[in-house]
């Protein structure tokens, strides 16, 4: 099937959703190779009182299990342990139907996936039709990676290159900051001293790369974050990080609770490399003024969504294979955290608290003590990125 024969199957599919008058270009074969995905990219966060130097608190949590179980008071740069109770985390040891899994109905979506799929060809084009086309799509809700629903930006996806040149065709991006909008983020890395590793506010960030640690993949469609197991850590942490924090309005540090608003975090990343001895990688956070809440970790090839101070888990790949992109989407709202996965959702949780924030990029669960050499790292590369801060759903 031709991709115009499917492109427009998936435009009459909806015509309440287009106009019948809008053409539809000629669209020419296409090389895939990653896709991206549409992202809502608004950030009007409402902020909870500020904590103090509360960031990079207890992110190795327990969940390190019975080989850290030193070291559970964690990367708290408050002081404050990861053992403190906040009460952020009430979810003793219940799962509660966390790893309950919803997908979509067969028949009435297999449209949006054949049309997601052409998407995915879409958007990685050079030709202007195509990308034209893929923008039609986008109106729909349409994009790669299968997700479907209008967004806020009405755009293609969450990503900053869609800039034409001048023969209509898309600019290769140079900095990160062309590619991922981290326009409410600052980045830690594993550079600076021990206890005062590199920061990257975000006026800085726009124009900044760094060889090694966060920098485009040589194909220029994704973020590199790599931290060695030498690198240096915060102050309260033994482990190091290429680390996105969440910010809001710029300069100010996100603050945040999940008793009111909607708090929604997309992101399409996928883990490329995990120390030897200790291949555990922390790939996405919420965090709170003392502690990680939750965690995507992955252990092995077991990624899972780890909560509780590390003591409970969902697993929600048990076979990942480096390398394998993924979408994920973790919502915030209403006592609860919702956790899904490559458009699926892996899990429920009962959490709920304050001085909230979310984090994306390299966390490396290994240093030189735990066997691994200083050179061995953990890496992740990140294809799109978007925050979404909005009145709670109904």
Same mark, same amino acid.
């Given at each position: ?94 799962? $509660?139907?966390? &790893?309950? *899994?919803?997908?979509? +109905?067969? =028949?009435?979506?297999?449209? #949006?996936?054949? /049309? ?26 349409? $994009?790669?990676? &299968?997700? *479907?629903?209008?967004? +806020?930006? =009405?755009?293609?996806?969450? #990503?900053?290159? /869609? ?42 960030? #726009? ?188």
């Amino acid at each position: 099937m031709s991709l115009t024969v499917i492109a427009t199957a998936a435009l009459a599919a909806a015509p309440v959703l287009v106009s019948p008058a809008l053409p539809l270009p000629a669209v020419h074969p296409i090389e895939v190779r990653q896709p991206s995905s549409s992202i809502n990219t608004s950030h009007a966060v409402q902020q909870d009182p500020p904590t103090g130097d509360d960031d990079e608190s207890s992110d190795e949590s327990s969940s390190d299990s019975s080989d850290d179980s030193s070291e559970n008071s964690g990367d708290d740069e408050s002081g404050a342990g990861s053992n403190d109770d906040t009460g952020n985390n009430d979810t003793g040891n219940d799962d $509660t139907g966390a &790893g309950d *899994s919803t997908r979509p +109905a067969p =028949g009435a979506g297999d449209w #949006r996936a054949e /049309a997601a799929k052409l998407a995915a060809v879409l958007e990685r084009s050079e030709d202007p039709e195509a990308l034209e086309l893929a923008d039609q799509l986008a109106a729909l809700g349409i $994009t790669a990676g &299968g997700r *479907s629903g209008p967004t +806020a930006s =009405g755009g293609r996806n969450g #990503r900053q290159n /869609a800039e034409r040149d001048d023969h209509g065709g898309r600019r290769a991006a140079e900095a990160p900051a062309q590619l991922l909008d981290v326009t409410d983020w600052k980045l830690t890395l594993p550079g600076g001293a021990e206890g005062d590793p590199t920061e990257i506010l975000p006026s800085e960030l #726009r124009s900044f790369v760094e060889d090694g640690i966060f920098h485009l993949t040589p194909e220029g469609d994704g973020v590199v974050f790599r931290a060695e197991v030498g690198g240096a850590t915060t102050k309260n942490s033994n482990y190091p990080r290429s680390e996105l924090r969440e910010m809001a309005g710029g300069e100010e540090e996100a603050s945040w609770s999940n008793t009111s608003g909607s708090h929604t975090l997309e992101v399409r990343q996928a883990i490329t490399e995990t120390p030897p001895t200790k291949p555990h990688v922390v790939a996405a956070q919420i965090h709170d003024g003392s502690d990680d809440v939750l965690q995507i970790r992955l252990e092995g090839t077991t990624l899972a969504v780890q909560y509780n101070d590390g003591n409970d888990q969902v697993v929600i790949d048990p076979d990942y294979q480096l390398g394998t992109p993924y979408d994920l989407r973790i919502v915030a709202a209403d006592n609860r955290v919702l956790v899904y996965y490559n458009g699926g959702q892996a899990a429920e949780l009962p959490l709920h608290g304050s001085s909230w924030y979310f984090k994306v990029g390299a966390y490396t669960q290994s240093n030189p003590e735990k066997g691994d050499e200083p050179g061995a790292a953990g890496e992740v590369v990140v294809y799109d990125l978007a925050l979404d801060h909005g009145e709670a759903p109904r």
